[in-house]
């Protein structure tokens, strides 16, 4: 009950935002489409790869396994195992540098991608 008040709290703002932003209707589907198009590309992702990470970083039980994604094959560790406490904490080291830096990236008057994106939603 608690986790749906929560995201209701975040998700409703966040899914008005673009009609706040304009007043036009195809804008706004614009905006909505880049929107979830890039949400859900992150999702996927950081469902994928974060498992992946956490076993490139561990050293517990290291042995060739299937990945899961088109039978690649790779030399990974065991990240259910309490040891690699220690390989979780560095991955989301790494994640939560990379959210900084973009963040502080987005903030930069000369970004070029969001210009890019700007540009491309006046069209």
Same mark, same amino acid.
């Given at each position: 009950?608690?986790?749906?008040?929560?995201?209701?709290? #975040?998700?409703?703002?966040?899914?008005?935002?673009?009609?706040? $932003?304009?007043?036009?209707?195809?804008?706004?589907? %614009?905006?909505?489409?880049? =929107?979830?198009?890039?949400?859900?590309?992150?999702?996927?992702?950081?469902?994928?790869?974060?498992?992946?990470?956490?076993?490139?970083?561990?050293? #517990?039980? =290291?042995?060739?396994?299937?990945?899961?994604?088109?039978?690649?094959?790779?030399? $990974?560790?065991?990240?259910?195992?309490?040891?690699?406490?220690?390989?979780?904490?560095?991955?989301?080291?790494?994640?939560? #540098?990379?959210?900084?830096?973009?963040?502080?990236?987005? %903030?930069?008057?000369?970004?070029? #991608? $969001?210009?890019?994106?700007? =540009?491309?939603?006046? %069209?």
């Amino acid at each position: 009950m608690a986790t749906a008040v929560v995201y209701s709290f #975040v998700n409703i703002p966040y899914g008005a935002l673009n009609a706040s $932003l304009t007043p036009d209707n195809d804008e706004i589907a %614009k905006l909505t489409t880049v =929107r979830m198009t890039l949400a859900n590309i992150a999702n996927l992702l950081v469902y994928t790869c974060l498992p992946i990470f956490v076993q490139l970083a561990t050293s #517990v039980d =290291r042995s060739s396994k299937d990945i899961g994604m088109f039978g690649i094959q790779m030399n $990974l560790g065991d990240y259910s195992s309490a040891q690699s406490a220690g390989a979780w904490f560095k991955v989301h080291g790494v994640y939560m #540098v990379g959210s900084i830096v973009l963040w502080i990236w987005t %903030k930069s008057p000369e970004n070029i #991608v $969001l210009g890019y994106i700007g =540009r491309f939603l006046q %069209k």
